[in-house]
């Protein structure tokens, strides 16, 4: 069994650990390379064979993959080492967005401390069907599908949605069950955590976190590109605006 390649979670807390040191490399022997290995090891996303297998996120790999960070940076001036596409989009990712980037190492870690991560089942398609998942990674995914499939806050934020006596309606694209179904239809919508990945820490989930959506909206908002993060209902909105030809003119 060979070392598998890294994942995005792991990709998060090694290049927020080179940003935090001015995007300079580290060597095995620096105590963050040693704590940060000991962190991956411990990380609910491989199989404990693979985990388990000597050289597994060593300080040596850990060290390494710090190099790829800082020596393929677009300010770098040197020579950069081979470092893969998913290195790459991490370092766009903290290039673009540092403090978001950030918070999603600190919901990463903070949800590792507290055992929250390791106590998630995984979740139906918190990997999509080509592999990837959002840049935030894996486990902030699979927090976020646990809460919004939580049938008591599901039914909340249902009733919140009818107590002002309108049709239950998708957020985004407006698709109204009742309406297309008939009684099948009535009282039917899914519910989509919209907190930012890593905005979704360890507090209590709200309803304001929550959106009813119909089922192909919820399925784009889910649906994960390479590089890129979970959509919003508002940028699901604005993407289809993008992509709807305008007539009448």
Wanted: aromatic letters at 4%; one cysteine or more; a neutral charge.
């Amino acid at each position: 069994m060979r070392i598998p390649t890294w994942t995005e979670d792991e990709l998060v807390l090694a290049g927020a650990l080179v940003v935090k040191n001015g995007w300079r490399e580290l060597r095995t022997r620096d105590v963050d390379v040693q704590e940060l290995s000991e962190l991956l090891r411990s990380l609910p996303v491989h199989e404990p064979e693979a985990r388990a297998l000597p050289g597994f996120r060593s300080p040596d790999s850990v060290s390494r993959k710090t190099t790829d960070f800082m020596t393929n940076h677009p300010l770098y001036s040197g020579k950069a080492t081979r470092c893969g596409k998913p290195t790459s989009l991490m370092i766009e990712a903290f290039t673009k967005r540092e403090a978001e980037m950030l918070q999603a190492a600190e919901a990463i870690e903070e949800g590792i401390a507290s055992g929250d991560l390791h106590r998630l089942p995984e979740q139906p398609d918190e990997v999509d069907e080509d592999g990837s998942t959002a840049i935030e990674g894996r486990l902030l995914v699979r927090r976020a599908l646990a809460r919004e499939r939580d049938p008591k806050l599901r039914a909340l934020k249902i009733k919140q949605a009818r107590l002002n006596g309108g049709p239950l309606r998708c957020e985004v694209c407006a698709f109204d069950f009742a309406r297309t179904y008939g009684d099948l239809g009535d009282g039917y919508i899914e519910v989509h955590h919209v907190t930012p990945l890593h905005a979704s820490g360890t507090r209590e989930t709200k309803l304001a976190d929550l959106a009813c959506l119909c089922a192909n909206c919820h399925r784009m908002c889910h649906r994960s590109r390479p590089g890129e993060s979970w959509r919003t209902p508002a940028a699901l909105r604005e993407q289809i605006e993008k992509s709807v030809p305008v007539t009448g003119r």
